[in-house]
């Protein structure tokens, strides 16, 4: 039974994550910083729970020793979101993660698994294929992409395998996401549901399909490196509300232009899933 550690254990994602791990059959040690919130999941008492805030980082600590010695690595652990311009993830997150990151591949890791994102891409517009370079224009996905580097260099000192997870756009119960307020306003009737223009292409996934791939990505060894995370399928922001509402059988009024396009994106982007494609 492979043993896996899990941190941001109680983030959006981790939840499917966690559940997404157990049905396969692994052995999950979650980890975060809100124990009280984990100790609402249903998952609890499913997994071994170590809290852990990265704030608190003790480097004198052997940390691969303390979760146990786990097989794998999946990290989801991540300050700050979602103020991507914050530069405290340059000059405070990203030198936390790559000391923890290299305490655990110091103390024996061999697998790490970390989600980076689709923003590393930068302003580059069309189909997002891994062999691009990356061209990060805000402070999280510089770091982000700096930790890449960081990790990829620490491998010719460390032997272990690194899986760089990029994940793209995803929807589900988080409620902060376009589709829950969405949601917020057709079951409270309001009139009039305010968004951007709604004609920016991305690539979306649910949640727990999202989870489902990154756990198959996880388990395995044959494909490492930059992974996309996504469908590959194009579709706009517009589309994607008109969509949910059909499913749903319900209908509000749409003030597109409501807010701007962000500056940070391209127009039109979604992932290459070739490589994705070649894990089962």
């Known amino acids: 039974m492979k043993k896996i550690l899990v941190t941001g254990a109680t983030g959006f994602i981790g939840q499917y994550v966690i559940s997404r791990l157990l049905e396969t059959g692994c052995r999950v040690i979650a980890s975060s910083a809100n124990e009280e919130k984990a100790r609402q999941a249903w998952w609890f008492d499913k997994v071994e729970y170590l809290p852990f805030d990265?704030?608190?980082?003790?480097?004198?600590?052997?940390?691969?020793?303390w979760f146990g010695q786990p097989d794998s690595l999946v990290?989801?652990?991540?300050e700050g979101?979602?103020?991507?311009?914050?530069?405290?993830?340059m000059d405070l997150y990203l030198p936390r993660h790559a000391?923890?990151?290299?305490?655990?591949?110091?103390?024996?890791?061999?697998?790490?698994?970390?989600?980076?994102?689709?923003?590393e891409y930068g302003l580059?517009?069309?189909?997002?294929?891994?062999?691009?370079?990356?061209?990060?224009?805000?402070?999280y996905a510089q770091a982000k992409n700096a930790l890449r580097y960081y990790l990829a260099d620490l491998q010719k000192e460390i032997p272990f395998t690194l899986k760089w997870i990029r994940l793209f756009y995803m929807y589900g119960q988080n409620p902060n996401s376009?589709?829950?307020?969405?949601?917020?306003?057709?079951?409270?009737?309001?009139?009039?549901?305010?968004m951007s223009g709604g004609e920016q292409r991305r690539d979306y996934l649910p949640v727990d399909k999202l989870a489902d791939y990154l756990c198959r990505i996880v388990v395995q060894q044959e494909v490492t490196g930059l992974?996309?995370?996504?469908?590959?399928?194009?579709?706009t922001v517009k589309e994607l509300v008109l969509e949910h509402m059909k499913e749903r059988n319900k209908n509000i009024a749409l003030n597109l232009g409501f807010y701007a396009y962000p500056d940070y994106e391209p127009m039109n982007f979604w992932g290459?899933?070739?490589?994705?494609k070649t894990i089962r």
């Open 124 to 139: 580059q517009e069309g189909l997002l294929r891994e062999e691009l370079p990356a061209m990060p224009v805000v402070p």
């Open 54 to 65: 990265l704030a608190g980082l003790e480097p004198s600590v052997d940390y691969y020793q």
């Open 99 to 119: 000391a923890f990151l290299n305490n655990l591949a110091a103390g024996g890791l061999r697998d790490i698994n970390v989600t980076g994102t689709c923003l």
């Open 81 to 89: 979101l979602p103020d991507y311009r914050s530069p405290h993830h």
């Open 178 to 194: 376009l589709l829950s307020q969405l949601d917020r306003a057709l079951d409270n009737n309001e009139p009039v549901f305010n």
């Open 272 to 276: 290459d899933t070739t490589k994705l």
């Open 227 to 235: 992974i996309n995370c996504c469908s590959g399928v194009p579709v």
């Open 75 to 78: 990290h989801l652990a991540w």
